[in-house]
């Protein structure tokens, strides 16, 4: 009676505190969101470059991913705030329900519905599972930021402090290590979810199988992922952003990430899908994967376009705010 109440005081406790840091990344997130707005960039699909984004807009479905998680760990906290003094087995042989209701009163807990000689752990599955998912959140962040930090993209880049060492061997290095131990961590906390579920089928009234593995998971869990926002918010305040990158990569070989608008505008004038598909098609080949290839230049060349385009119908095709028009009403629903 006395340890499962105990335990569901100190996990409501260490819910609160990591609220609270969420709270804090919440704002840091929401502040370079702001900050970056209307940064253009190329938005990717299968690695690949797809059409264009504002990093704003990246950082709003962060944004949302961590409400979300901050909205279900408020809920978890109802769920485990729950106390148990209903004897050894759960039928209050020795105690009158009354106790129970009163104590767990004064202690801001609810009385388990109906417990064993232990409360079912079900809850604390439960809470390992949703911090588990917050941490796979964040390493969905940290792997984005790894990808963006890359040599060949730079689009992005962890703060390097002056005198910070990459490499001992390679003096040019500065390494996404702060996002690579997000990541792996993130790994740890699926581990201790697995363990959790584990600790659900117990014998009969109870056994104590799950004892040994709660004392390490449960600690552990709360302080990794405490630590965890504490270091994505850090991450995210001081991020480097490269706008001037952004662009280079957004436009390389002639702007090819705008082939569907230049396919649709022809759609608009007349011809068959199939038609305009295999004209874009051919001028984005051609220049892809090609330091001299021009993909505006080659529509703006190309005999079939211009017998339906004029040169600023053409050129329209390649503006990025087509793509962007609508974001504002994101950032109105996340309050950007």
């Given at each position: 009676?006395?340890l499962?109440?105990?335990?569901?005081?100190?996990?409501?406790?260490?819910?609160?505190?990591?609220?609270?840091?969420i709270?804090?990344?919440?704002?840091?997130i929401?502040?370079?969101?702001?900050?970056?707005?209307?940064?253009?960039?190329?938005?990717?699909?299968?690695?690949?470059?797809?059409?264009?984004?504002?990093?704003?807009?990246?950082?709003?479905?962060?944004?949302?991913?961590?409400?979300?998680?901050?909205?279900?760990?408020?809920?978890?906290r109802?769920?485990?705030?729950?106390?148990?003094?209903?004897?050894?087995?759960?039928?209050?042989?020795?105690?009158?329900?009354?106790?129970e209701?009163i104590?767990?009163?004064?202690?801001?807990?609810?009385?388990?519905?109906?417990?064993?000689?232990?409360?079912?752990?079900?809850?604390?599955?439960?809470?390992v599972?949703?911090?588990?998912?917050?941490?796979?959140?964040?390493e969905?962040?940290?792997?984005?930021?790894?990808?963006?930090?890359?040599?060949?993209?730079?689009?992005v880049?962890?703060?390097?402090?002056?005198?910070?060492?990459?490499?001992?061997?390679m003096?040019?290095?500065r390494?996404?290590?702060?996002?690579?131990?997000?990541?792996?961590?993130?790994?740890?906390?699926?581990?201790?979810?697995?363990?959790?579920?584990?600790?659900v089928?117990?014998?009969?009234?109870?056994?104590?199988?799950?004892?040994?593995?709660?004392?390490?998971?449960?600690?552990?869990?709360c302080?990794?992922?405490?630590?965890?926002?504490?270091?994505?918010?850090?991450?995210?305040?001081k991020?480097?952003?490269?706008?001037?990158?952004?662009?280079?990569?957004?436009?390389?070989?002639?702007?090819?990430?705008f082939?569907?608008?230049?396919?649709?505008?022809?759609?608009?004038?007349?011809?068959?899908?199939?038609?305009?598909?295999?004209?874009?098609?051919?001028?984005?080949?051609?220049a892809?994967?090609?330091?001299?290839?021009?993909?505006?230049?080659?529509?703006?060349?190309?005999?079939?376009?211009?017998?339906?385009?004029?040169?600023?119908?053409?050129?329209?095709?390649?503006d990025?705010?087509?793509?962007?028009?609508?974001?504002?009403?994101?950032?109105q629903?996340?309050?950007i």
């Amino acid at each position: 009676d006395v340890l499962d109440t105990a335990l569901a005081l100190q996990m409501v406790a260490s819910l609160s505190l990591i609220l609270e840091k969420i709270e804090q990344l919440v704002q840091a997130i929401r502040y370079q969101a702001q900050q970056h707005r209307y940064t253009v960039m190329v938005g990717r699909s299968h690695g690949i470059h797809a059409e264009p984004i504002t990093f704003g807009f990246k950082l709003a479905g962060w944004l949302a991913e961590v409400l979300r998680g901050r909205d279900r760990l408020v809920q978890m906290r109802h769920e485990i705030a729950v106390g148990k003094i209903s004897g050894a087995v759960g039928t209050y042989a020795n105690v009158d329900p009354r106790v129970e209701a009163i104590a767990c009163s004064k202690l801001g807990l609810d009385p388990d519905t109906a417990s064993t000689q232990v409360i079912s752990r079900d809850r604390h599955a439960n809470f390992v599972q949703q911090l588990a998912l917050l941490t796979a959140t964040l390493e969905r962040f940290a792997v984005e930021i790894r990808n963006l930090q890359r040599s060949d993209v730079l689009e992005v880049e962890e703060y390097f402090a002056k005198g910070q060492k990459g490499s001992s061997a390679m003096p040019h290095k500065r390494n996404p290590i702060r996002s690579e131990r997000l990541t792996g961590m993130a790994r740890i906390l699926r581990g201790q979810a697995m363990a959790a579920l584990e600790n659900v089928a117990l014998w009969h009234e109870r056994d104590i199988s799950h004892s040994s593995v709660e004392r390490v998971i449960l600690p552990d869990a709360c302080i990794l992922t405490h630590f965890m926002i504490e270091e994505t918010t850090d991450l995210i305040k001081k991020l480097l952003v490269y706008p001037d990158n952004m662009k280079r990569n957004m436009n390389i070989y002639g702007g090819v990430i705008f082939s569907q608008r230049v396919l649709l505008t022809l759609v608009e004038k007349g011809l068959s899908r199939e038609e305009a598909y295999r004209i874009v098609q051919r001028c984005a080949h051609q220049a892809w994967n090609n330091l001299e290839g021009n993909f505006r230049e080659l529509v703006s060349k190309d005999p079939q376009v211009i017998k339906v385009l004029s040169s600023e119908e053409v050129e329209s095709c390649f503006d990025p705010q087509h793509h962007l028009q609508h974001l504002e009403e994101i950032y109105q629903r996340l309050c950007i």
